[in-house]
T-cell receptor
Framework: GENVEQHPSTLSVQEGDSAVIKCTYSDSASNYFPWYKQELGKRPQLIIDIRSNVGEKKDQRIAVTLNKTAKHFSLHITETQPEDSAVYFCAASINGGYQKVTFGIGTKLQVIP | DAGVIQSPRHEVTEMGQEVTLRCKPISGHNSLFWYRQTMMRGLELLIYFNNNVPIDDSGMPEDRFSAKMPNASFSTLKIQPSEPRDSAVYFC?????????????FGPGTRLTVL
């Protein structure tokens, strides 16, 4: 089955700096890669996703990149703000996400004011 | 829509007792997922259903865990007998079918403590 590895497990950045979280996946058939954000005590919520036919996708201060050859994908957050502090999960799925999604272990991001 | 609804929100029980967690998916969604979240293991998929049928239960830890989805609007996850290592937050999530987007919508979770 699919295996998703995520790093770093924790990340501290100064407010205004950028943050990068990296993930790798094992199943070359995976073609859908969502990212979820979980604030303390809350439920995970989708913040952005990317499909394998696209190399990069951007939404305001967040962007995701995908390297299918290397089976790597990354989340980039620019101009970080304290409200970006949360746990971020990457995930991978086949069939465009219409099957099970395998999550990474999560990255706890702390933005220091 | 109220979103995915889970009950109870918190459950404290003693080892050996039966625990039943409940989930109501978003109306019209045809996939339902049960996850367990712990610090050590992150977010683990236990089982998921498509159109009320269990598709993959390979994540269910052992026979003490069972899940049912008797209809499109209700699912249960049962642990019998419960053990302290079952303490975790259990999330239910639902997703629409083809053409409704890939996003999984999570419920608020049930925090289970087994003493």
């Amino acid at each position: 089955g699919e295996n998703v590895e995520q790093h770093p497990s924790t990340l501290s950045v100064q407010e205004g700096d950028s943050a990068v979280i990296k993930c790798t996946y094992s199943d070359s058939a995976s073609n859908y890669f969502p990212w979820y954000k979980q604030e303390l005590g809350k439920r995970p919520q989708l913040i952005i996703d990317i499909r394998s036919n696209v190399g990069e996708k951007k939404d305001q201060r967040i962007a995701v990149t995908l390297n299918k050859t290397a089976k790597h994908f990354s989340l980039h957050i620019t101009e970080t703000q304290p409200e970006d502090s949360a746990v971020y999960f990457c995930a991978a799925s086949i069939n465009g996400g219409y099957q099970k999604v395998t999550f990474g272990i999560g990255t706890k991001l702390q933005v220091i004011p | 829509d109220a979103g995915v609804i889970q009950s109870p929100r918190h459950e404290v029980t003693e080892m050996g007792q039966e625990v039943t967690l409940r989930c109501k998916p978003i109306s019209g969604h045809n996939s339902l997922f049960w996850y367990r979240q712990t610090m050590m293991r992150g977010l683990e998929l236990l089982i998921y259903f498509n159109n009320n049928v269990p598709i993959d239960d390979s994540g269910m830890p052992e026979d003490r865990f069972s899940a049912k989805m008797p209809n499109a609007s209700f699912s249960t996850l049962k642990i019998q007998p419960s053990e302290p290592r079952d303490s975790a937050v259990y999330f239910c999530a639902s997703r629409g079918g083809q053409g409704m987007g890939n996003e999984q919508f999570f419920g608020p979770g049930t925090r289970l403590t087994v003493l």
